[in-house]
Nanobody, 125 residues
Framework: QVQLVESGGGLVQVGGSLRLSCAASGGTFSPYVMGWFRQAPGKEREFVAKIRWFGYSTYYANSVKGRFTISRDNAKNTVYLQMNSLKPEDTAVYYC??????????????????WGQGTQVTVSS
């Protein structure tokens, strides 16, 4: 059973940076895609970014393009989300997710079968 554990969240001022990490454990880990989602209070969980586990393909939500960077370290079974130029609207609980096999749509929640517990990111103005 794959387990995903996020870390790196916290409180940061507008314009600041944070780097989130998501470490996978629990057997052989070789997903199709890893993704980051976020959920603000009273809102739906939304897609943020994704990366192929093999290869270099990445994709971002328009709201974070140019500010966030997703990366991975296969040897450490870890995916990262570098967040720069943070805005108050980036405040949310951030979740990492793994699509263990091919999915036609990995920009929605339904494309993933493993989820972390989430880490809080708060951007103060």
């Amino acid at each position: 059973q794959v387990q995903l554990v996020e870390s790196g969240g916290g409180l940061v001022q507008v314009g600041g940076s944070l780097r989130l990490s998501c470490a996978a454990s629990g057997g052989t880990f070789s997903p199709y895609v890893m993704g980051w989602f976020r959920q603000a209070p009273g809102k739906e969980r939304e897609f943020v970014a994704k990366i192929r586990w093999f290869g270099y393909s990445t994709y971002y939500a328009n709201s974070v393009k140019g500010r966030f960077t997703i990366s991975r370290d296969n040897a450490k079974n870890t995916v990262y989300l570098q967040m720069n130029s943070l805005k108050p609207e980036d405040t949310a609980v951030y979740y990492c997710a793994a699509a263990s096999t091919y999915s036609i749509d990995t920009s929605t929640r339904s494309g993933y079968d493993y989820w972390g517990q989430g880490t809080q990111v708060t951007v103060s103005s």
